[in-house]
């Protein structure tokens, strides 16, 4: 705790009411959230400890501004998922659905890969409801491209459109820990990625 010139505590953890954050405790969160990013993307148990070491910080202010490993965790999957949605409305899904699926399942093993173990991480510190809105950015744009590749004949067309968003999430998701687990090379997971949704999806 901090005293001010009334000699009123302050929290560890931030300015007070409609107070601007001073620039160092912004600093400082962006270096954690770096770091955490970093870390839990090739090991999803790192600790606490290991992350405010890699951000150069206390453990006191890793903790000031985090108060649990969970609620940083949720800061790194929200950063991921802007930075996620960001990269993936720039990408042009117009046209054939089927090579507009081919391009999107592409650029987000792409991003996948980037945040590496992330979702792993996620999975096992966030509510089920909380990884359900990670996926939602995603599953609207496949979604939209099954519904124009079903209508035009592109795409199977009796199965479950929710049994074929899952089987897009399974084969990412299933890349990913190959890749993380040594079994794939990560320059051919895109073309793994592509060629097994498309095989399934093939009307």
Do not use: K
Request: hydrophobic share 45%; charged share 25%; aromatic share 4%.
């Amino acid at each position: 705790m901090g005293a001010t010139e009334t000699g009123a505590a302050t929290p560890v953890g931030g300015p007070g009411p409609g107070r601007p954050r001073r620039a160092d405790a912004r600093r400082n969160i962006e270096a954690l959230v770096e770091a955490a990013t970093r870390l839990l993307a090739v090991d999803p148990d790192a600790s606490m400890n290991e992350v405010a070491r890699a951000a150069g910080v206390g453990r006191v202010t890793l903790y000031g501004h985090f108060g649990s490993r969970t609620a940083l965790v949720a800061e790194v999957v929200d950063r991921a998922i802007a930075q996620t949605d960001e990269a993936l409305a720039q990408l042009d899904l117009d046209g054939d659905p089927r090579e507009a699926l081919g391009r999107l399942l592409e650029a987000t093993w792409q991003l996948t890969h980037r945040f590496g173990a992330v979702v792993v991480a996620a999975s096992r510190a966030l509510p089920p409801e909380q990884m359900r809105r990670a996926h939602e950015g995603l599953a609207v744009r496949v979604r939209g491209l099954l519904e124009r590749g079903r209508e035009a004949g592109r795409f199977r067309g009796d199965m479950p459109l929710e049994w074929q968003l899952g089987v897009v999430q399974a084969v990412l998701h299933g890349a990913s820990a190959a890749v993380h687990r040594g079994e794939v090379a990560a320059e051919d997971a895109p073309w793994l990625v592509r060629e097994t949704v498309l095989a399934a999806l093939a009307a």
